[in-house]
Antibody, heavy 120, light 107 residues
Framework: EVQLVESGGGLVQPGGSLRLSCAAS????????MDWVRQAPGKGLEWVGR??????????EYAASVKGRFTISRDDSKNSLYLQMNSLKTEDTAVYYC???????????WGQGTLVTVSS | DIQMTQSPFSLSASVGDRVTITCRAS??????LAWFQQKPGKAPKSLIY???SLQSGVPSKFSGSGSGTDFSLTIISLQPEDFATYYC?????????FGPGTKVDIK
């Protein structure tokens, strides 16, 4: 069974940092691009960014709202995806989901999400 | 950036109804369009990709159509488990963008 499990969420002060993890199982993690998507309380879905696979040099893309503050990385040996979030703002408060990108370039599997709250 | 709009913002329907949600892109995205279902407190679920292809395991009561800038999601014979918020998303260019969502609730 394909499974994605996020962890690492919590309460952090504005200006602080947090690292989220996404543990993957049930598929060949190293083959896939992986994305982060977030959802602020009561709001819609917002794409955060993408990391490609080794064959594509682990290159990344980011939303303008997080570029320069957030970094996506992965460890294929641990079947894990990461989101390093620095200089956090109150508007970064959201549930963060990891999502698998299929060979058709769409999202075909989502994690259950982890809540990040940025507040003093 | 490509902008995505959805209509209606919300709709009320009865069990057994057929509903259609529309999604419009601000520029041509060919068929790089996906639909997701989200229930309160839950992660999104992928329903349709490439505008009209069903994800594995998704019942055929869901169907998608369209290309270019105009798309639609149709659900036939609504059941209680179908009441949710539905989002479209373009994945042709970065940044990937979701529509604002359409909430389908019980009349």
């Amino acid at each position: 069974e394909v499974q994605l499990v996020e962890s690492g969420g919590g309460l952090v002060q504005p200006g602080g940092s947090l690292r989220l993890s996404c543990a993957a199982s049930g598929f060949t993690f190293s083959d896939h691009y992986m994305d982060w998507v977030r959802q602020a309380p009561g709001k819609g879905l917002e794409w955060v960014g993408r990391i490609r696979n080794k064959a594509n040099s682990y290159s990344t893309e980011y939303a303008a709202s997080v570029k320069g503050r957030f970094t996506i990385s992965r460890d294929d040996s641990k079947n894990s995806l990461y989101l390093q979030m620095n200089s956090l703002k109150t508007e970064d408060t959201a549930v963060y989901y990891c999502a698998r990108v299929s060979r058709s370039s769409d999202f075909d599997c989502w994690g259950q999400g982890t809540l990040v709250t940025v507040s003093s | 950036d490509i902008q995505m709009t959805q209509s209606p913002f919300s709709l009320s329907a009865s069990v057994g109804d057929r509903v259609t949600i529309t999604c419009r892109a601000s520029q041509d995205i060919s068929t790089y369009l996906a639909w997701f279902q989200q229930k309160p407190g839950k992660a999104p679920k992928s329903l349709i990709y490439a505008a009209s292809s069903l994800q594995s395991g998704v019942p055929s009561k869901f169907s998608g159509s369209g290309s270019g800038t105009d798309f639609s999601l149709t659900i036939i014979s609504l059941q209680p488990e179908d009441f949710a918020t539905y989002y479209c998303q373009q994945y042709k260019t970065y940044p990937l963008v979701f529509g604002p969502g359409t909430k389908v609730d019980i009349k």
